[in-house]
């Protein structure tokens, strides 16, 4: 039964999802993970922080609505001056794209009704209910996070001497594919202003993009959160630990034929039906043509 306030009112659980138009269909599928997997779908509030979607992909995400109980709020990020300023000069990620930095403007974008809000990357797969992590107490941290395991290979890379004058290997790194914000503290910190100043420094074109940045802001001010909430790089060998998210960090996804194909990401079979066997499809065509566009020289 849904957690209600002294007034009667359902308790939001926020959740945003930071993508672009050609990701879609894996923001529908984890999006869809964290309804399908928690009776309190009443109290699910999606904030959808992407840059301008075709009609029928919007049509497609506002589908989640006629499935659950749920609201969606859509933010349309190529008409935010600011996220377009951000994204046109800082160092760019190659692989995802500079919506990357998107997440880094959540206090900006949400509205004052919240408070908590968990940020997830849209490469995961949810299957636990996340109210736990609504009624986790943060025991005054501003975040919540979880250890990633790569930490030390990805400030120091090779012989993990690169940054020593930037990060201590002995310090405990988070992943920040999910992030469980206290929002006032988030917005207190200034991340936007921090990473202005890091980049006229010179550090932003040094570090990890916005990942790398996030664990310099919040040093020892994170709640360490149990490691089945984000466990990176989502292997067969990990269906028989009951992760409650799998994080396809991969360079292998889910929706890959070879996910399928060789098995080898964790509950491949269980994501696609998440996602539906329809859009699953459809966004392979959407993939195929994508490459092909690509090899030929057209563009996107």
């Given at each position: 039964m849904a957690q209600e306030t002294a007034a009667g009112a359902l308790m939001a659980m926020h959740v945003a999802l930071t993508f672009d138009d050609n990701f879609w269909a894996p923001a529908y599928a984890t999006m869809r993970s964290v309804c399908l997997f928690t009776h309190r779908r009443p109290e699910l509030v999606f904030h959808l922080m992407h840059r301008t979607l075709?009609?029928?992909?919007?049509?497609?995400?506002?589908?989640?609505?006629?499935?659950?109980?749920?609201e969606l709020r859509f933010y349309d990020l190529d008409q935010s001056e600011m996220f377009r300023d951000i994204a046109a000069r800082m160092p760019e990620n190659k692989r995802l794209s500079n919506i990357v930095y998107a997440r880094l403007l959540i206090d900006r974008l949400v509205g004052p009704d919240v408070t908590r809000v968990l940020y997830l990357d849209c490469d995961m797969l949810v299957r636990d209910d996340i109210g736990a992590l609504f009624d986790l107490d943060l025991e005054g941290n501003a975040i919540g996070a979880v250890r990633d395991p790569a930490g030390a290979l990805i400030t120091g890379q090779r012989d993990l001497l690169k940054n020593r004058d930037i990060f201590d290997p002995a310090d405990p790194y988070f992943n920040a594919g999910l992030v469980l914000i206290d929002v006032a503290q988030w917005r207190e910190a200034d991340i936007v202003g921090r990473m202005e100043a890091a980049h006229a420094s010179g550090v932003m074109q040094r570090i990890y993009y916005d990942q790398d940045l996030l664990n310099l802001i919040f040093k020892r001010r994170w709640l360490k959160l149990p490691w089945r909430w984000n466990v990176v790089d989502a292997r067969p060998a990990h269906d028989g630990i009951d992760p409650a998210i799998v994080h396809y960090t991969g360079e292998t996804k889910p929706w890959s034929v070879f996910a399928h194909t060789f098995g080898s990401v964790a509950f491949a079979r269980v994501y696609r039906h998440v996602m539906t066997n329809e859009l699953f499809y459809r966004f392979a065509r959407h993939r195929w043509k994508r490459w092909w566009k690509k090899k030929l020289g057209l563009g996107r």
């Open positions: 075709t009609a029928e992909h919007r049509a497609d995400l506002e589908k989640i609505r006629d499935e659950f109980p749920v």
